[in-house]
C-alpha cells in the first residue's frame, strides 16, 4: 500500500548547503522568511532553524486575548487527511516534527509572517502544478 | 591578570557582557545583576556554533551535565574567543557543525539534558529539558512538548518577541511496522 507514500519517489530538496549559506539578516531569535531559498527559518530554543517550503504543508494563526498565535504544520506521514495519502517520504519511519506553534504580542507581524508563509506555499504549488503540465 | 571582555552577549533571554580571563569566564546581566561563572578548573570542553543570535559559545563543565551557553558573538569573534579559550585553559574550541537541509524528519538523542534533533547524524536544534513545561502523548505516535515561557518583563507589541509554546513530533518508530499496511494487500 501507499498510506506513507512508500514506493512514489520522493524529490529533494534542501534549503542550505552549510553555515555560510544562511542568509546574514538572521541575527535573533525571530521567524524569518527566506524567499530566495524557499525557506522559513524559525527560531527554537535560540537555535536558527530552517525549514523548506516543501516540508511545510500550511500554517494556521488564532487570536487569544492580548496575543496572537501562530502555527507551521508539516508534512509527516500518517496524517488522518481525509483524502489518500500519496506524499511520498524519503524516510517514513524517521521522527518527524509535526507542528511548531509561536505567539506573540505583535499581531501585525504575526499576520504579515502567515501571508507570506502562505503565498510562499503558493508559489510553490503553482510552479509545481506549471512544470507537470509541461512534463505531459 | 588579563580579562577579555565582550559586550552584547546573551544567557538565554538576558543581555550581559562575558570576560574570558585565566581564573574562568564570567557573565553578567546588565541589569538585575544576574551572574553566571565558570572556573578555569572546571571547564571541560568549548563548542562555537551558529545560533539565531549569530555565534554560541558553549562551554561543558567537570563532572557534571552542566553547560553553559552564549549568544551574540559575530563571526569575527571565533578567532579571539577560540585563542583565548586555547591561551587560558589550553582547549581547543571546536566548530560544531549544524544541519542546515530544511528538512522536518530526523532522530532524537539526549546529549545531557538537552535533547537533540538530527539530521543527516548532524543536530539541527536542542531543546532544554528543563524548559519543557509539560509534555502529552496523543494517540501512539504523537509526542508533544510545551514549553515554559520566561518570565521577562512585557515589551511593547513592536518589539515583542516570537516565542515558541509547543512542538509537536511524529515517531512512528512505537508502531507495529507492518500493521497500518495491510488494508489494500
Do not use: C
Not at chain 1, 94 to 111: E, V
Amino acid at each position: 500500500g501507499e498510506a506513507d507514500g512508500r514506493g512514489k519517489e520522493w524529490k529533494r530538496f534542501i534549503s542550505y548547503k552549510g553555515e555560510g549559506a544562511l542568509p546574514s539578516e538572521v541575527t535573533e531569535p525571530k521567524i524569518y522568511i527566506d524567499k530566495k531559498a524557499l525557506t522559513v527559518v524559525l527560531p527554537i530554543h535560540g537555535f536558527a532553524v530552517p525549514f523548506h517550503i516543501n516540508a511545510i504543508k500550511n500554517a494556521s494563526k488564532n487570536d487569544e486575548a492580548e496575543y496572537v498565535y501562530l502555527r507551521i504544520n508539516f508534512q509527516t506521514p500518517g496524517q488522518l487527511t481525509g483524502k489518500k495519502e500519496d506524499t511520498p517520504f524519503e524516510d517514513p519511519d524517521a521522527t518527524f516534527i509535526r507542528s511548531l506553534t509561536y505567539r506573540s504580542l505583535n499581531r501585525t507581524r504575526f499576520d504579515n509572517l502567515f501571508a507570506a508563509i502562505q503565498q510562499l506555499k503558493k508559489d510553490v504549488n503553482k510552479r509545481e502544478q506549471q512544470k507537470k503540465e509541461m512534463a505531459d | 591578570m588579563s580579562t577579555t571582555e565582550y559586550g552584547d552577549i546573551w544567557h538565554l533571554e538576558e543581555h550581559g557582557k562575558l570576560r574570558i580571563g585565566s581564573s574562568g569566564i564570567s557573565w553578567k546581566a546588565l541589569e538585575g545583576g544576574k551572574t553566571v561563572n565558570v572556573p578555569a578548573s572546571e571547564l571541560k570542553w568549548a563548542e562555537w556554533t551558529r545560533v539565531a543570535r549569530q555565534f554560541q559559545l558553549r562551554i561543558g563543565l567537570k563532572d557534571t551535565w552542566r553547560r553553559e551557553a552564549f549568544d551574540g558573538f559575530t563571526r569575527q569573534d571565533q578567532d579571539s574567543v577560540g585563542g583565548l579559550i586555547k591561551q587560558h585553559f589550553d582547549l581547543n574550541m571546536e566548530v560544531k557543525e549544524l544541519s542546515w537541509r530544511g528538512w522536518n524528519w530526523g532522530a532524537t538523542d539526549f546529549r545531557g539534558q538537552d535533547l537533540v534533533f538530527l539530521i543527516g547524524n548532524k543536530p539541527a536544534f536542542e531543546i532544554p529539558l528543563p524548559s519543557v513545561a509539560n509534555s502529552n502523548i496523543a494517540g501512539k505516535t504523537e509526542v508533544s512538548l510545551e514549553f515554559i515561557q520566561p518570565d521577562m518583563p512585557k515589551k511593547s507589541a513592536k518589539n515583542a518577541p516570537d516565542e515558541l509554546m509547543e512542538l509537536r513530533m511524529y515517531i512512528p518508530g512505537t508502531l507495529p511496522k507492518d500493521n497500518d499496511n495491510e488494508d489494500d494487500a
